[in-house]
């Protein structure tokens, strides 16, 4: 039975408990009781499945009064358990059920006054009943939260069990969720609360206690007792153990209350004692895993009185450990308690066996027994969960919302993305409730999202003024109002933000302040964006017809313009109507423009560009947020209705393929490829390392070089860049996903990229999404599909590099420089993914080769002849994953990814 009293086996001379528990018997002992006793049930929350929502009654055996559990979840379907009418000795809350036909995951979500930080006794009940007349019941997960708590798993019909947990909170919020595993409709019948005393039952600093039993000998009709014999409501379950049998004391038992586990003294007034006198008591129990580990509890209070010429007097052996002898003192509860067993035995033995000198046999008056279990992961920030169980009542939201908003990772409620972090508690960063039928105001609940970055509220009703706590936001980066009916102006403090281009803001044409911003052009820009500047493709490329008549910029000056949102009007002055086109690329035009009197690229979207939102909203966040001298920066944006744009900086020598491939362009230098190279490793090492959370490239390859008037290198296009979860995300797809043509032709990419990611060197996986364009790159070769890597390999095996070098270079070059270089390149195609150098040792070995190449300038001591043998071990680099960086230091060689070289060939043959 899934509460696990199966695991727990007689011993050969005992038989200590049996398999099932009677719940069905819940003592009629308690109705006489119930009516003296206090009743305090302010720790409680009680929960019956299965009735309709809203009801509630009080238990009459126990007086315990439950709410119906439709009150705490959305989903499910109430059932009856089958013949329930004819069932005379079972609790109500057992005679009916909820059942959960759809979604993989379903949570209660149960929220105790108390709060977090507190020890909760959780249970939760399943009586099967063959409600659905399927004769079989269903095996199912229980989660608490994120954590995997236990599996559900009975295979007698008409048995109802439990499962119980001791568990301190470190949320607010406790959710209890059943996960279909695919054997059966996940179900439940009651669920059940308590608080347990500040000082009781410590060990979960250890972790959670499982419970596996509770036993006592306390009342010889074998009932179970619960409150409020027990005002914390355990179970305390009948006594099992074969050949032993209960003594009896009507008086009252003390405990010390700052005693840990106080046990009820009704608990305590009984205990277990061998039938013969000279036996021992004995339990032996198995654990599931091998590496389970357990924690005890033993409860001893003399109860008989003792004539003087007696004594009891026993030792307790744990598996042989000795850790008596105990005397039991009279009518005192003495607790030899908190054992943590974690030796890794494959059966464990209790033995308690009366010592020579005693003469009366051993006894024992209650025990627990409990498997520790881990719970690490994290539940959501409180206030942000607040916050977003407040959006969920108020809006009535339909969306399957259901258990922690962000854990685990793989249920995080749709609309919600969250940042994770080992130490900290997930917070919530961005929130897409567009077109979600939202009526009402704005609710103040967002207030407390102090993470969000993107808040996407678009396509509601929502009505009233637009609060000005949004742009309290710190770190709100894009805001979507459009689409509702807000009424009166937008808060000042939020079109200064957008205006400083802080804020990436969209809104309905009227909605925008009537007052002007004197300091820039943005008018009623009724459009402006948000979540489109894609950043994407600077692929056009951005040739410059005449490099000469633009070159007006100074070499090196960073513009200085702040980025902001332009109407389409402005777009078209700026670009004097279109004018000058400086490339055509896959997602749309690029044109050259002016502001003020910097020049500017703007790229006009292409209606047709099937690039996602997502994809461009999360381009836009990235680009937001980087700042770097290797990597173009935005200007601007536009987006009215169909009209978007996206403003560059101008990069007046257009993109590095076009020097190092087009016939018609000069020849780029040794020294200045090299330089080259570094800038743009720069700006790789600077998202890999950076920037917070990481950022991958995932497309470095030539034609996203761009450079400036002075050949100073930045990289462009992070249409397919992501942000890397933190170290050990295990968002693998999600890495892959990107143009399927860059994606590697090796299936087993993704294994690779499983392995680097696991074996914490996440960034190198840049190398490899990045190198997949060198990849796919196949050069004709002896009518034979060569691939660049394969036969630099060839070539360096003569020991002689200048066979791969440009020979446009006309051998004018360091050949030590050259030799680096080219062992950077093998070193980034490693096919172990650990061995490839990061993005910082790139850098390290690119200044070295710089620093050969000049120094050797210098002393105009170039060694055309030298020839220095390195071991390169790489003759399967054919089957590396290129990493992209290297894949373009190669093309520093003049080693095009893109098209047969006619030289490869000439110097082969
Ligand atoms: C039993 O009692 C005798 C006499 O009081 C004492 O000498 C002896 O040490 C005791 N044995 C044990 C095991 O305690
Ligand atoms: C987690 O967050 C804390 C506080 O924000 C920060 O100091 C820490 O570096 C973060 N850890 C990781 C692994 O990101
Ligand atoms: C807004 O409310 C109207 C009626 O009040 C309704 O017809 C319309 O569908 C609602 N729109 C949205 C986006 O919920
Ligand atoms: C927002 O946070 C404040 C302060 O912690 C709290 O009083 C308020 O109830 C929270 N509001 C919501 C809707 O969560
Ligand atoms: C929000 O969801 C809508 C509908 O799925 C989508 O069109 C929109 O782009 C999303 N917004 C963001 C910021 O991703």
Same mark, same amino acid.
């Given at each position: 039975?899934?509460?696990?009293?199966?695991?727990?086996?007689?011993?050969?001379?005992?038989?200590?408990?049996?398999?099932?528990?009677?719940?069905?018997?819940?003592?009629?002992?308690?109705?006489?009781?119930?009516?003296?006793?206090?009743?305090?049930?302010?720790?409680?929350?009680?929960?019956?499945?299965?009735?309709?929502?809203?009801?509630?009654?009080?238990?009459?055996?126990?007086?315990?009064?439950?709410?119906?559990?439709?009150?705490?979840?959305?989903?499910?379907?109430?059932?009856?358990?089958?013949?329930?009418?004819?069932?005379?000795?079972?609790?109500?809350?057992?005679?009916?059920?909820?059942?959960?036909? @759809?979604?993989?995951?379903?949570?209660?979500?149960?929220?105790?006054?108390?709060?977090?930080?507190?020890?909760?006794?959780? !249970?939760?009940?399943?009586?099967?009943?063959?409600?659905?007349?399927?004769?079989?019941?269903?095996?199912?997960?229980?989660?608490?939260?994120?954590?995997?708590?236990?599996?559900?798993?009975?295979?007698?019909?008409?048995?109802?069990?439990?499962?119980?947990?001791?568990?301190?909170?470190?949320?607010?919020?406790?959710?209890?969720?059943?996960?279909?595993?695919?054997?059966?409709?996940?179900?439940?019948?009651?669920?059940?609360? !308590?608080?347990?005393?500040?000082?009781?039952?410590?060990?979960?600093?250890?972790?959670?206690?499982?419970?596996?039993? !509770?036993?006592?000998?306390?009342?010889?009709?074998?009932?179970?007792?619960?409150?409020?014999?027990?005002?914390?409501?355990?179970?305390?379950?009948?006594?099992?153990?074969?050949?032993?049998?209960?003594?009896?004391?009507?008086?009252?038992?003390?405990?010390?209350?700052?005693?840990?586990? *106080?046990?009820?003294?009704?608990?305590?007034?009984?205990?277990?004692?061998?039938?013969?006198?000279?036996?021992?008591?004995?339990?032996?129990?198995?654990?599931?895993?091998?590496?389970?580990?357990?924690?005890?509890?033993?409860?001893?209070?003399?109860?008989?009185?003792?004539?003087?010429?007696?004594?009891?007097?026993? #030792? *307790?052996?744990?598996?042989?450990?000795?850790?008596?002898?105990?005397?039991?003192?009279?009518?005192?509860?003495?607790?030899?308690?908190?054992?943590?067993?974690?030796?890794?035995?494959?059966?464990?033995?209790?033995?308690?066996?009366?010592?020579?000198?005693?003469?009366?046999?051993?006894?024992?008056?209650?025990?627990?027994?409990?498997?520790?279990?881990?719970?690490?992961?994290?539940?959501?920030?409180?206030?942000?969960?607040?916050?977003?169980?407040?959006?969920?009542?108020?809006?009535?939201?339909?969306?399957?919302?259901?258990?922690?908003?962000?854990?685990?990772? @793989?249920?995080?409620?749709?609309?919600?993305?969250?940042?994770?972090?080992?130490?900290?508690?997930?917070?919530?960063?961005?929130?897409?409730?567009?077109?979600?039928?939202?009526?009402? @105001?704005?609710?103040?609940?967002?207030?407390?999202?102090?993470?969000?970055?993107?808040?996407?509220?678009?396509?509601?009703?929502?009505?009233?003024? *637009?609060?000005?706590?949004?742009?309290?936001?710190?770190?709100?980066?894009?805001?979507?109002?459009?689409?509702?009916?807000?009424?009166?102006?937008?808060?000042?403090?939020?079109?200064?933000?957008?205006?400083?281009?802080?804020?990436?803001?969209?809104?309905?044409?009227?909605?925008?302040?009537?007052?002007?911003?004197?300091?820039?052009?943005?008018?009623?820009?009724?459009?402006?964006?948000?979540?489109?500047?894609?950043?994407?493709?600077?692929?056009?490329?951005?040739? =410059?017809?005449?490099?000469?008549?633009?070159?007006?910029?100074?070499?090196?000056?960073?513009?200085?313009?702040?980025?902001?949102?332009?109407?389409?009007?402005?777009?078209?002055?700026?670009?004097?109507?279109?004018?000058?086109?400086?490339?055509?690329?896959?997602?749309?035009?690029?044109?050259?423009?002016?502001?003020?009197?910097?020049?500017?690229?703007?790229?006009?979207?292409?209606?047709?560009?099937? #690039?996602?939102?997502?994809?461009?909203?999360?381009?836009?966040?990235?680009?937001?947020?980087?700042?770097?001298?290797?990597?173009?920066?935005?200007?601007?944006?536009?987006?009215?209705?169909?009209?978007?744009?996206?403003?560059?900086?101008?990069?007046?020598?257009?993109?590095?393929?076009?020097?190092?491939?087009?016939?018609?362009?000069?020849?780029?230098?040794?020294?200045?490829?090299?330089?080259?190279?570094?800038?743009?490793?720069?700006?790789?090492?600077?998202?890999?390392?950076?920037?917070?959370?990481?950022?991958?490239?995932?497309?470095?390859?030539?034609?996203? =070089?761009?450079?400036?008037?002075?050949? #100073?290198?930045?990289?462009?296009?992070?249409?397919?860049?992501?942000?890397?979860?933190?170290?050990?995300?295990?968002?693998?797809?999600?890495?892959?996903?990107?143009?399927?043509?860059?994606?590697?032709?090796?299936?087993?990419?993704?294994?690779?990229?499983?392995?680097?990611?696991?074996?914490?060197?996440?960034?190198?996986?840049?190398?490899?999404?990045?190198?997949?364009?060198?990849?796919?790159?196949?050069?004709?070769?002896?009518?034979?599909?060569?691939?660049?890597?394969?036969?630099?390999?060839?070539?360096?095996?003569?020991?002689?590099?200048?066979?791969?070098?440009?020979? !446009?270079?006309?051998?004018?070059?360091?050949?030590?420089?050259?030799?680096?270089?080219?062992?950077?390149?093998?070193?980034?195609?490693?096919?172990?993914?650990?061995?490839?150098?990061?993005?910082?040792?790139?850098?390290?070995?690119?200044?070295?080769?710089?620093?050969?190449?000049?120094?050797?300038?210098?002393?105009?001591?170039?060694?055309?002849?030298?020839?220095?043998?390195?071991?390169?071990?790489?003759?399967?680099?054919?089957?590396?994953?290129?990493?992209?960086?290297?894949?373009?230091?190669?093309?520093?060689?003049?080693?095009? @990814?893109?098209?047969?070289?006619?030289?490869?060939?000439?110097?082969?043959?």
């Amino acid at each position: 039975m899934f509460r696990e009293l199966k695991r727990m086996r007689a011993s050969r001379e005992m038989k200590v408990f049996q398999d099932f528990f009677p719940v069905l018997v819940l003592g009629l002992l308690f109705t006489s009781i119930l009516i003296l006793a206090q009743d305090d049930q302010s720790g409680f929350i009680s929960i019956d499945c299965g009735i309709v929502k809203g009801s509630t009654y009080i238990d009459k055996v126990t007086g315990i009064s439950y709410v119906s559990g439709a009150n705490f979840i959305d989903s499910g379907e109430p059932h009856k358990i089958q013949d329930a009418d004819t069932w005379d000795e079972i609790s109500t809350q057992l005679t009916t059920l909820t059942s959960f036909p @759809e979604n993989t995951r379903n949570c209660y979500t149960l929220k105790p006054t108390q709060g977090m930080g507190h020890r909760y006794l959780i !249970r939760a009940w399943f009586m099967y009943g063959n409600y659905n007349s399927k004769d079989r019941p269903p095996e199912f997960d229980v989660y608490l939260g994120p954590d995997y708590w236990n599996t559900f798993k009975i295979s007698t019909i008409n048995y109802p069990g439990n499962m119980e947990i001791i568990y301190v909170s470190s949320s607010d919020y406790i959710h209890v969720c059943l996960v279909n595993t695919g054997r059966g409709t996940p179900f439940i019948s009651a669920i059940e609360i !308590r608080l347990l005393g500040n000082s009781m039952y410590e060990e979960t600093t250890l972790g959670s206690l499982h419970l596996l039993d !509770r036993m006592s000998c306390a009342n010889q009709s074998a009932t179970t007792i619960r409150y409020n014999t027990d005002k914390y409501d355990r179970l305390w379950y009948p006594n099992y153990m074969s050949d032993t049998t209960c003594i009896n004391t009507p008086d009252e038992i003390f405990s010390d209350p700052d005693f840990t586990n *106080v046990a009820p003294s009704e608990v305590m007034a009984s205990a277990i004692t061998p039938i013969y006198p000279s036996h021992s008591l004995e339990l032996s129990w198995y654990p599931v895993n091998a590496t389970d580990s357990f924690c005890m509890y033993m409860y001893f209070a003399e109860i008989e009185n003792l004539e003087s010429n007696q004594t009891r007097e026993f #030792q *307790v052996y744990l598996n042989g450990d000795n850790l008596g002898p105990i005397t039991p003192s009279y009518h005192s509860t003495f607790l030899l308690g908190e054992i943590r067993i974690d030796t890794v035995t494959p059966n464990y033995t209790l033995r308690i066996t009366r010592t020579e000198n005693s003469t009366l046999p051993p006894i024992i008056n209650a025990l627990e027994l409990y498997t520790l279990k881990q719970m690490p992961q994290r539940q959501t920030d409180d206030r942000d969960a607040a916050a977003m169980w407040s959006i969920k009542s108020t809006y009535r939201v339909t969306r399957h919302w259901q258990g922690d908003p962000c854990a685990p990772q @793989e249920f995080a409620w749709e609309g919600v993305r969250c940042s994770y972090n080992d130490t900290e508690s997930p917070r919530i960063i961005f929130l897409n409730l567009s077109a979600s039928g939202l009526n009402g @105001e704005i609710n103040l609940g967002l207030a407390n999202l102090t993470m969000i970055n993107t808040l996407d509220l678009s396509n509601n009703n929502l009505t009233g003024k *637009v609060p000005k706590f949004l742009a309290a936001l710190t770190y709100l980066k894009v805001l979507n109002l459009k689409g509702n009916h807000f009424t009166g102006p937008l808060p000042v403090e939020l079109l200064e933000k957008s205006n400083k281009g802080s804020l990436s803001l969209s809104y309905d044409d009227g909605m925008g302040a009537k007052e002007k911003s004197n300091k820039f052009i943005v008018p009623v820009i009724a459009t402006v964006v948000s979540f489109f500047m894609i950043l994407t493709a600077l692929t056009a490329i951005w040739i =410059i017809k005449n490099k000469k008549s633009h070159g007006k910029t100074k070499a090196g000056t960073e513009l200085e313009m702040r980025k902001q949102q332009y109407t389409y009007s402005e777009v078209q002055s700026i670009t004097e109507n279109f004018k000058v086109i400086l490339g055509e690329g896959g997602f749309g035009t690029v044109y050259h423009g002016r502001i003020h009197d910097t020049q500017v690229a703007v790229k006009i979207l292409s209606k047709l560009s099937h #690039q996602g939102d997502k994809e461009f909203q999360a381009e836009a966040m990235l680009l937001l947020s980087i700042h770097h001298k290797n990597i173009t920066s935005l200007v601007g944006y536009c987006n009215e209705d169909d009209h978007k744009g996206i403003i560059y900086e101008y990069m007046a020598n257009g993109n590095l393929e076009m020097h190092l491939f087009d016939v018609s362009s000069s020849v780029l230098n040794w020294e200045e490829r090299l330089q080259i190279g570094l800038d743009a490793a720069h700006g790789l090492e600077y998202l890999h390392h950076g920037c917070k959370p990481p950022i991958i490239h995932r497309d470095v390859k030539c034609n996203n =070089i761009l450079l400036t008037e002075a050949f #100073q290198a930045k990289l462009a296009d992070f249409g397919l860049s992501r942000a890397f979860p933190a170290e050990g995300g295990t968002h693998i797809s999600t890495v892959v996903a990107g143009t399927p043509g860059y994606l590697d032709p090796e299936l087993w990419v993704v294994h690779y990229l499983a392995h680097s990611i696991t074996s914490s060197i996440p960034f190198r996986c840049d190398y490899i999404l990045s190198s997949s364009s060198l990849l796919k790159t196949i050069t004709k070769y002896d009518n034979e599909n060569i691939h660049i890597v394969k036969w630099v390999n060839l070539m360096l095996k003569d020991g002689n590099v200048k066979n791969v070098v440009d020979p !446009r270079l006309l051998g004018d070059f360091n050949i030590n420089s050259a030799w680096k270089a080219v062992e950077v390149a093998i070193a980034c195609v490693d096919h172990t993914p650990r061995k490839r150098p990061n993005m910082i040792e790139v850098v390290m070995m690119l200044s070295e080769c710089l620093a050969i190449e000049r120094a050797s300038q210098e002393t105009n001591s170039k060694d055309l002849n030298g020839v220095i043998s390195i071991d390169l071990e790489c003759s399967d680099v054919f089957y590396c994953l290129d990493c992209l960086q290297q894949a373009f230091v190669f093309s520093l060689f003049g080693l095009n @990814e893109s098209e047969p070289k006619p030289y490869i060939t000439r110097l082969r043959t």
